[in-house]
């Protein structure tokens, strides 16, 4: 059973156009999501989280949206660059748990 | 400060052999995480451990083993070597001082292969 969910395997969008990477859940008690960014042969470093008090957090070029009612979290890069493209997990835990379901990953592409 | 460090970073297995993956973290994080990610796929949660002397299993526990005797180091111990395992292990720390801030820093990995 997956919980966590990135229906898109893989995405290719041209520099300086948004990116829109998608992620969707079913466990209803996740009430905190990460999006992290992994490049070939190192470790996922993080990029952005969201607590579900919030639907919107901003910092920088990227923005997470989450919308509870629907499960759903979207990560924008705006605009994107070449740099950006590697493969983005989200990631989503319940509160006191610190145990994080991951997602199977979009790989993004970023055309120069 | 070096982070999240993983030893080794390659190695291959026969079937039946055993082995331990080394981990190791200088934040003085107390939460530490044991994944793997076969090709294609997330990460799953092998054993994760909320502080010294305490572990607890994640999603995919089968054949491994864990220890934390000190807050630095979290090794994982495969028994006995299956194909299923070959995989490309990460090793994670971080230290919750409350939600929002709790990021999970992540070793470079060790690529498994077992034959």
């Known amino acids: 059973d997956q919980q966590v969910k990135q229906n898109s395997p893989s995405l290719s969008v041209q520099e300086g156009r948004i990116s829109i990477l998608n992620c969707d859940y079913t466990n209803s008690m996740f009430d905190y999501f990460l999006w992290y960014k992994k490049y070939p042969a190192e470790g996922p470093t993080f990029l952005i989280s969201?607590?579900?008090?919030?639907d919107k957090n901003e910092d920088g070029r990227f923005t997470v949206f989450l919308n509870k009612s629907a499960k759903h979290l979207s990560l924008h890069i705006v605009p994107s660059q070449p740099g950006d493209s590697a493969v983005y997990f989200c990631?989503?835990?319940?509160?006191?748990?610190?145990?994080?379901?991951f997602g199977t990953g979009t790989r993004l592409k970023v055309l120069a | 400060n070096a982070g999240v460090t993983q030893t080794p970073k390659f190695r291959i297995l026969k079937i039946g052999q055993s082995m331990t993956l080394q981990c190791t973290q200088d934040?003085?994080?107390?939460?530490m995480y044991w994944y793997r990610q076969d090709p294609g796929m997330g990460l799953k949660l092998i054993y994760y451990?909320?502080?010294?002397?305490?572990?607890d299993k994640g999603e995919v526990p089968n054949g491994y083993n864990v220890s934390r005797s000190t807050t630095e180091d979290f090794p994982l111990r495969l028994e006995l070597a299956a194909p299923s395992q070959t995989s490309v292990y990460f090793c994670a720390s971080t230290e919750p001082v409350g939600r929002g801030t709790d990021t999970q820093y992540f070793g470079p990995g060790t690529r498994l292969t077992v034959l």
């Open positions: 451990s909320v502080g010294a002397g305490i572990t």
């Open positions: 990631a989503a835990s319940h509160s006191g748990t610190y145990k994080y379901i």
């Open positions: 934040m003085n994080h107390n939460y």
């Open positions: 969201i607590s579900s008090i919030k």
